[in-house]
């Protein structure tokens, strides 16, 4: 693992060029000790004083394109938790080393090994990026990013979230599926779980086995945009099925909310999905 303090790391105060940074956030290199993968990472630690137990703690995917809003969603309304229900938390953005929103990389960190003949058509008529390396992603979480993030900040490890959105939301569901006892809380809005839908099916028993081996409760929000549903990935309906049946086949171990965002698309459900994600994982008395 290599991991480079940015030079330009966001200190809390307009830069000479007049850029505007985040108070109270920093950033670094990292690099995956299995891959050798670079990612960005960035860090909000909350100013308040800490609990006890330690700060909870969310991690967020494409971080290049999000993080900036969930740290000011969560950094406002964690002011008043009598009030918003919502607790001051670290948050943990995982992105890549670009200037733009997103990196084709997601492609790769983000999915399952799939036949390209069983993926949908390119919306550009070109081929998709690779893909197929989730597994190692999770390893870098797991075994790189999560201990040099405990190594300098005070984590409450039993309040840890991720939230990923599209192949994002897909990466939370493959997380839980295959190691639920990574986080307390999911959040996936609009999963892409058309990319590797055959292998939910398939692992729904091996993850009912992995769930009853912890005691601890764990916790999926499921959130989608009321005009994703005419996609025709089948956006919405593989999200509420999938929900429907991880709350029946559970039964109680795994507690389950989906909500279908009206008026919002695929983009647009972002900040809604973000803010009843934070009040879904930072309740004052613990997860939902």
């Known amino acids: 693992m290599e991991k480079e303090k940015d030079k330009a790391a966001m200190v809390g105060h307009s830069r000479e060029d007049g850029e505007v940074v985040l108070?109270?956030?920093?950033?670094?290199?990292?690099?995956?000790?299995?891959?050798?993968?670079?990612?960005?990472?960035?860090?909000?630690r909350p100013k308040e004083a800490q609990p006890a137990g330690g700060f909870p703690v969310i991690y967020v995917l494409d971080a290049n394109s999000v993080f900036g809003t969930i740290v000011e969603a969560m950094r406002l309304q964690s002011k008043r938790p009598e009030k918003t229900g919502i607790v001051p938390?670290?948050?943990?953005?995982i992105g890549y080393p670009i200037?733009?929103?997103?990196?084709?990389?997601?492609?790769?960190?983000?999915?399952?090994?799939?036949?390209?003949?069983?993926l949908p058509k390119k919306p550009d008529g070109g081929d998709w990026p690779p893909h197929g390396g989730a597994v190692n992603f999770l390893n870098f979480i797991e075994e790189d990013l999560k201990p040099e993030i405990m190594s300098s900040i005070n984590i409450n490890r039993g309040r840890q979230a991720l939230l990923g959105h599209s192949l994002g939301g897909l990466f939370t569901l493959y997380t839980l599926f295959s190691n639920p006892q990574a986080f307390q809380t999911y959040i996936a809005g609009s999963p892409s779980i058309h990319w590797n839908k055959k292998w939910f099916s398939e692992e729904e028993n091996h993850f009912l086995s992995r769930l009853g081996r912890d005691d601890r409760d764990i916790s999926l929000f499921v959130g989608v945009g009321e005009f994703e549903k005419n996609h025709k990935s089948g956006m919405n309906e593989n999200a509420l099925e999938l929900s429907n049946r991880l709350r029946t086949s559970t039964k109680g171990r795994l507690h389950v909310k989906f909500t279908e965002f009206e008026e919002e698309n695929h983009v647009s459900v972002l900040p809604p999905l973000i803010n009843k994600g934070l009040r879904f994982a930072l309740r004052a008395n613990g997860p939902v």
């Open 89 to 93: 938390a670290v948050i943990v953005g």
């Open 23 to 44: 108070k109270g956030t920093s950033q670094f290199l990292m690099k995956s000790s299995r891959e050798g993968r670079m990612y960005q990472i960035f860090i909000y």
């Open 99 to 118: 200037d733009g929103a997103f990196s084709t990389d997601r492609y790769y960190d983000f999915t399952l090994p799939v036949d390209y003949s069983e």
